[in-house]
């Protein structure tokens, strides 16, 4: 099999070549470290490749196959993490000039787990500093591969482009405000932020941990629910980790969409939406209602009062998570994120309770809104990618502060841990991706891949790649 067919290949037609001795693991992870050495000097995608290491767990799995040790879909299949993410005798960086020497000597949870379910690491990916939304000078800014001059996505944007890229099979990234599905969306891809406390995040540098999420990014749906499946989980390390045991993701995922109740509110879906994306959404719910779906009026509640609250929490936890190395080694921060330490900083425990009690409002006006369904359908933000310029990357924190509206679809999922799916919905004029979300209820991912499914296999968006 020629290496030019292989590098789109999901992670479900891989795994089957693996199992079935069509291609080795060996083979795949050469032909990933080689496309990388290819691309990614121009992506940077990459933090750090592990390719001394990849190719070690390659022949591992190839030995264990050939034996007869098959451990199931992850097994010899290349992937990566986000640099967030604490691997044995590997920096983790997490966008810093701070941590640039940090070499953690034990696994995160979810490096463990994929460990265990034989899959290969690749390497570290990039994110934006700490894992907010601009970039430390020292770090490179992954280029989307759809359009160099297209935003790449906040903090999981490494993860975004090498899923995109065909540089990883699968990748995990962080979900603090929106930095799972703002990638995705960016860069055409599948992601799933889970049930908060579905995935351990211990061993993961923290952002903001009242807000924080670990999950998959990878270029089916099918694909996304092997990963959860394979890193979800009570962990003992994780105290705030769910005691419920992973979902069996792909049980049931082809049962379709027919009797499922979907929520759509089509002044929420539309206004300050691009033209583009409102009208892929509206097509991806006129889909889903073809194969079977009820689609139920919802109402959403206006949620400006309430996403202020989001700056106040996530900043003044952020101060926290960087206590040891703020203010005492405050200019070592590129200035965005000093601006963010800063403005954690200030907040007053008055400032964060009376955040914290919009959030717990924002979370009932919600739950009322969707009552009686199963999975609500909206943009997963609120256009294509933007200019990357229009972010300036390097610049400090703006004055006024965050433009929320970024966030109206994404920020109140992580206010209240609700599980959402990501899927592409089409191209916008220009040619970049455009992506419908699916909000559902706490531990409902499963029923979330089901509708993601059903729609994948009534259309082709997920089969797009980019040029790159």
């Known amino acids: 099999m020629a290496d030019e067919s292989l590098h789109f290949r999901t992670i479900v037609e891989l795994a089957g070549l693996i199992e079935s001795g069509e291609i080795s693991p060996v083979e795949a992870t050469s032909a990933q470290l080689d496309r990388i050495e290819a691309l990614d000097g121009r992506l940077k995608s990459y933090a750090t490749v592990m390719a001394e290491s990849a190719m070690a767990q390659a022949r591992s799995a190839e030995a264990e196959i050939a034996g007869g040790r098959y451990r199931g879909p992850l097994h010899g299949v290349p992937i990566a993490v986000k640099d967030l993410c604490f691997t044995t005798g590997v920096r983790t960086m997490g966008g810093t000039r701070v941590m640039a020497d940090l070499v953690p000597d034990f696994d995160a949870t979810v490096v463990s787990r994929f460990n265990a379910a034989g899959a290969v690491l690749l390497g570290k990916l990039n994110l934006t500093e700490g894992a907010m939304a601009g970039y430390n000078p020292d770090r490179g800014v992954p280029v989307n591969p759809w359009d160099a001059g297209a935003w790449s996505g906040a903090s999981s944007s ?64 099918a694909d996304a629910g092997i990963v959860l499946e394979a890193i979800a989980g009570a ?13 069996a993701m792909l049980d049931g995922i082809d049962q379709g969409v027919s009797g499922l109740r979907l929520g759509f509110d089509e002044r929420y879906a539309t206004d ?19 194969l079977g779906a009820e689609i139920v009026e919802v109402r959403m509640p206006a949620l400006e009062e309430y996403l202020a609250a989001w700056p106040v929490l996530c900043s003044a936890e952020a101060a926290l998570a960087h206590q040891a190395t703020y203010p005492s080694r405050r200019d070592d921060y590129g200035p965005w994120f000093q601006g963010w330490l800063d403005l954690g900083a200030s907040v007053s425990g008055v400032d ?34 933007f200019p990357v310029e229009d972010l300036a990357p390097f610049a400090p924190l703006p004055e006024e502060g965050l433009d929320m509206s970024l966030l109206r679809f994404t920020a109140p999922c992580d206010f209240n841990g609700t599980p959402t799916l990501s899927v592409p919905c089409g191209l916008s004029g220009g040619g970049l991706p455009l992506s419908v979300q699916f909000v559902g209820r706490h531990l409902q991912e499963p029923m979330l891949c089901r509708i993601g499914h059903a729609y994948e296999q009534a259309t082709e968006w997920h089969d797009l790649h980019p040029p790159a």
Not at 186 to 214: F, M, N, Q
Not at 235 to 247: A, I
Request: with cysteine; charged share 15%; hydrophobic share 35%.
């Open 158 to 221: 490494g993860s975004g482009v090498a899923t995109a890229a065909g540089l990883c099979y699968g990748s995990l990234g962080s979900d603090t405000g929106g930095s799972i599905r703002f990638p995705s969306a960016s860069c055409g891809v599948v992601g799933i932020k889970p049930t908060w406390g579905r995935v351990s995040r211990y061993g993961v540098l923290a952002l903001a941990e009242s807000l924080d999420h670990v999950g998959p990014m990878t270029r089916s749906t």
């Open 235 to 247: 962990d003992p390390n994780d105290p705030t980790c769910l005691p419920v045991p992973p979902p």
């Open 272 to 290: 300050g939406v691009d033209p583009d994306l409102a009208q892929g959404v509206a097509d991806a719910v006129k889909v889903l209602e073809d």
């Open 352 to 385: 964060y309770a009376r955040a914290n009690n919009l959030r717990a409002a924002c979370n009932g006006r919600i739950r009322d809104a969707v009552a009686g369904t199963d999975a609500l359908v909206c943009p997963s933000m609120p256009s294509p990618a």
